[in-house]
């Protein structure tokens, strides 16, 4: 029976995608923007024991902003990141962070300059792109208690239409940091989907 897992999966995948209604696991918290759309099946960087994502039903306009967005958060311990994912949609390329427990960390996010560098170190983190957006979580780690990596790469190159590379920089003092190198610097947008607790990027193509 073990071998039949994968099958039954994989036809779940063709199948025709379900309504936004029905798309139960991708609720955003009450307290952020709303949408039922979720990180795209089949384009997974790294991937976790998650609910199955599920693929966007049509082109999403959003207008998003090159600005700055910042919400701090009190919560009684640090968030531990557990698994980053990325995928391709119709107009624009998404990161997914996800943590585990029930809330998402305060964040900031950022388009930054050149050179990237790394925390404690400062050692400068070379970066594909012509356009580098930070995001910073705090409090949050992404190792365990001894140490030890909670996800299995701190480099991704998913290399989608705007979307080329995604490089950890810090992990230290109950921050944790990445930032991606796009293709240009275009609006982006930020969720917080639930169940599981879930940060999501949306960056456009064009």
Known sequence: MRFLIPLILITAACSSPPSAGNATND??????????RTEEAGTVAEQSPTPKDEAPVQKDDFEGTTGIIDKKKTVKDAAVLRAIRTGR???????????????????????????????????????????????????????????????????????????????????????????????????????????PSRFVVDIKHK
């Not at 609720?27 to 039922?36: E, I, K, L, M, V």
Request: glycine share 12%; with cysteine; net charge negative.
């Open 27 to 36: 609720r955003p918290a009450p307290a952020t923007a709303t949408s039922g």
């Open 89 to 195: 949609h119709e107009g624009f390329d998404r990161i997914v962070f996800e943590f585990a427990g029930d809330e998402v960390p305060g964040y900031h996010v950022e388009y930054i300059d050149k050179p990237v560098r790394a925390c404690g170190s400062g050692n400068v983190v070379p970066l594909s792109g012509d356009g580098w957006l930070q995001v910073r979580f705090e409090p949050a780690r992404a190792h365990t208690d001894e140490g030890k990596p909670t996800i299995g790469s701190r480099e991704l190159a998913p290399k989608l239409p705007n979307l080329l590379e995604l490089k950890s920089t810090c992990d230290f003092e109950g921050q944790v940091e990445w930032v991606a190198g796009v293709g240009s610097p275009n609006s982006y947008r930020v969720l917080e989907l639930e169940k």
